[in-house]
């Protein structure tokens, strides 16, 4: 009786729109792992590590738009899916996160693998559920299908992301031979309606008035996987108003006609000097963070007011410390109401500038001698159409940030800036291109961050469709850039954290090939080889830290001269 309803768990996960799990091996999620892994209709997937299987599964929900589930043992494995469930969490990802655990009666009495599972990823998850360890009584298999359909519909619905339930369990796990199997389409199922939410007549006239008392309008494009519906809105109404969209790398906006796609570089120069009309009276912000450090500083600097625009909101989130309006509407209704011209003096001077910054990028990497960044701007400007760029955190997507993908419209890009950590950004990646086959995938990551998540090649499921751009510098770079850490004796052992690693084992271990560059020569030699390998494929661009740091305070100091 008890693993049929462990069956219908997987069941209600399915018709409320679970096609996929990620199951780590253990003995005490068996009847888990038993009950997702022979229902037809969803499929599987084996990941030893749970902290690369987290982010492979956050990956897979990002791709597809659809919860997928996540299930583990009892103890520390529910522990190691932390970082990606608070990844999924300010990244608003729907995961559904199932945890078998040792029954309540041998909580805390020295059992193996036993833990304090209750409630375990706290206030990063929407909501943690707890299923009975009784379940032969009818009022306990109704409460635990209730749990199932909340649990789920609560993960998709609204602010999406990940919610929790543990499920504790009693000897025996297995299933006798003789026993039968079966789901029953028929359990119960709850279905959730709501409508989009459109502001009143009321409201809209009040936000027409107000906006004509500003002059110079600026649009600003956070991370978020916009709609093609939202994109082209806002493209069309940023034409029409003459209004500026600032957009870095992250948001996606790089093909916006009216985008200011290199922010960062821009901004550089105006904290030390910025005009009046330069400043936007007022800033319309959609999607979440920006990678943008500058423009995060200009905006808190000088901007006087910000309305925010989701159509659901999780917290009052104010970056720029410029936050006067908290909208709640659909993005898309929003724009069609925005009636006012921004100043054409003020967008084409930031247009100005954008020119400008790209003029003295492009300039600079091309003149350059072998270094990362300039290996690197020659790989972004020859990604094909359509493929989805994946940045690890840290200095790759500074870099990329820097470089921009104006000239790529097609390419959409990723990354882990929920909480920017280095710890899943390859298994994030190879999430995405193991649930999206028919895309080319490209990681753009340091050597950390991809040593720290080795782990993500570790199973069997092939990725002939991504490949990987590894800046191998020996350390955390970064470190080197930054004006505190760069000034400690401690800087090469206790920030950098310098390794003599190459990719070159990794990838014969796991099937990649390899390929490697030292110097220009080598360099092109190679990278159009890379590019139109058929299969997965890494290429190391083996750089000196110290050169590249030079090279980055001159590119800085060649975009404020």
């Keep these: 009786m008890q693993q049929e309803i462990i069956n219908n768990i997987a069941e209600i996960c399915y018709q409320q729109g679970i096609e996929k799990a990620i199951i780590s091996p253990g003995s005490r999620n068996a009847p888990l792992t038993l009950a997702f892994a022979r229902h037809s209709k969803i499929e599987c997937f084996s990941i030893s590590d749970e902290r690369s299987a987290a982010f492979i599964g956050m990956g897979m929900a990002q791709a597809s738009h659809k919860p997928v589930a996540l299930i583990c043992t009892s103890g520390s494995a529910s522990l190691n899916y932390a970082p990606a469930i608070a990844e999924a969490f300010f990244q608003e990802i729907p995961l559904v996160v199932i945890t078998a655990d040792r029954p309540p009666e041998w909580i805390d009495q020295w059992d193996g693998q036993t833990i304090r599972q209750e409630n375990i990823y706290g206030k990063h998850v929407k909501k943690s559920f707890n299923v009975a360890v009784d379940l032969s009584h009818p009022d306990a298999q109704w409460q635990t299908y209730r749990i199932i359909n909340e649990a789920v519909l609560k993960s998709k619905n609204g602010v999406k992301g990940p919610i929790h339930i543990n499920i504790p369990f009693r000897e025996p796990f297995y299933p006798e031979k003789s026993e039968n199997w079966n789901y029953d389409s028929n359990v119960k199922i709850i279905k959730s309606v709501s409508g989009e939410k459109i502001l009143a007549e009321s ?93 995060k500083l200009f905006l808190r600097k000088n901007v006087k007011s910000q309305w925010h625009v989701r159509s659901h909101h999780a917290f009052i989130a104010d970056p720029f410390q410029t936050l006067a309006k908290q909208i709640e509407a659909e993005p898309v209704s929003f724009l069609q109401h925005l009636n006012k011209n921004s100043s054409s003096k003020f967008l084409n001077l930031w247009q100005e500038k954008n020119t400008e910054a790209e003029s003295k990028t492009n300039s600079f990497l091309s003149a350059q001698s072998f270094s990362e960044f300039s290996a690197l701007h020659e790989l972004v400007q020859n990604l094909p159409k359509n493929s989805h760029l994946h940045l690890a955190n840290s200095l790759s997507v500074r870099y990329a940030n820097f470089i921009g993908l104006k000239h790529k419209e097609e390419v959409k890009v990723w990354g882990n800036r929920g909480t920017s950590g280095i710890d899943g950004s390859t298994s994030s990646a190879i999430g995405h291109s193991i649930s999206q086959k028919d895309k080319n995938h490209f990681l753009i990551t340091g050597d950390v961050a991809f040593f720290y998540d080795r782990n993500a090649f570790w199973h069997k499921y092939p990725y002939p469709n991504l490949k990987i751009i590894l800046l191998n510098n020996q350390g955390g770079s970064i470190f080197r850039m930054i004006k505190g850490p760069k000034e400690q004796k401690e800087l090469q052992e206790f920030f950098e954290t310098e390794q003599r690693l190459n990719a070159k084992s990794l990838c014969s271990e796991f099937g990649i090939a390899h390929f490697s560059a030292h110097n220009s020569e080598i360099f092109n030699t190679i990278k159009d080889k890379f590019m139109k390998y058929p299969q997965s494929a890494i290429i190391e661009i083996k750089t000196d830290a110290k050169t590249n740091q030079t090279i980055f305070e001159d590119f800085k100091n060649q975009l404020i001269s």
């Design 203 to 295: 409201q809209i006239n009040e936000l027409q008035t107000e906006l004509k008392q500003k002059d110079k309008i600026a649009f600003v494009l956070g991370q978020e996987d916009y709609s093609e519906e939202f994109l082209i809105s806002l493209d069309k109404v940023s034409q029409k108003l003459e209004i500026p969209i600032f957009a870095d790398i992250i948001s996606n906006g790089h093909g916006l006609k009216n985008a200011i796609h290199l922010p960062d570089s821009i901004c550089m120069k105006m904290m030390k000097e910025v005009k009046t009309e330069e400043i936007p009276d007022l800033i319309i912000s959609f999607g979440k963070s920006i990678i943008s450090k500058n423009l």
